[in-house]
């Protein structure tokens, strides 16, 4: 069972998930589903970070998260990399989350969709948090 400090982990990558429900059929919100997918992987594998009672690193980078823990489920590196590149762009109205080609496509966006909350549950699964105890 997780403790209490990677359940709160948890709470806050749900926001993230529910939120990226809510806007990921907007072609105008790509960029926004990109930076909650980001947020949603960061703050879950934080979650497992905090489980194993290690001290959080103050990055932002997911590679770098990647890289500091042991899971058991698979990583898809190049998601990863363009999700760690447009959470540093997204923070500038200038660039605001673009790929190389612009704005992430809406296919992008399903796709970034898919693999936060993918990622999220696979970490509820190996913490033993059902999403409804995340609710309360």
Request: glycine residues 2%; proline residues 4%.
């Amino acid at each position: 069972m997780a403790n209490f400090q990677a359940k709160e982990w948890l709470k806050s990558a749900y926001g993230d998930i529910r939120s990226i429900h809510y806007i990921v059929r907007d072609p105008f919100l790509t960029h926004m589903v990109a930076f909650h997918a980001q947020q949603a992987i960061e703050k879950s594998l934080k979650a497992v970070i905090e489980n194993e009672e290690n001290r959080i690193p103050r990055v932002h980078k997911l590679q770098h998260l990647i890289a500091v823990i042991d899971i058991d489920f698979d990583i898809n590196e190049e998601i990863i990399e363009v999700l760690d590149e447009l959470y540093i762009e997204s923070r500038y109205p200038g660039d605001l989350g673009l790929l190389p080609d612009g704005k992430p496509s809406l296919e992008n966006a399903k796709q970034f969709d898919d693999f936060s909350a993918y990622v999220f549950h696979e970490v509820c699964m190996l913490l033993n948090i059902a999403t409804d105890d995340l609710e309360k």
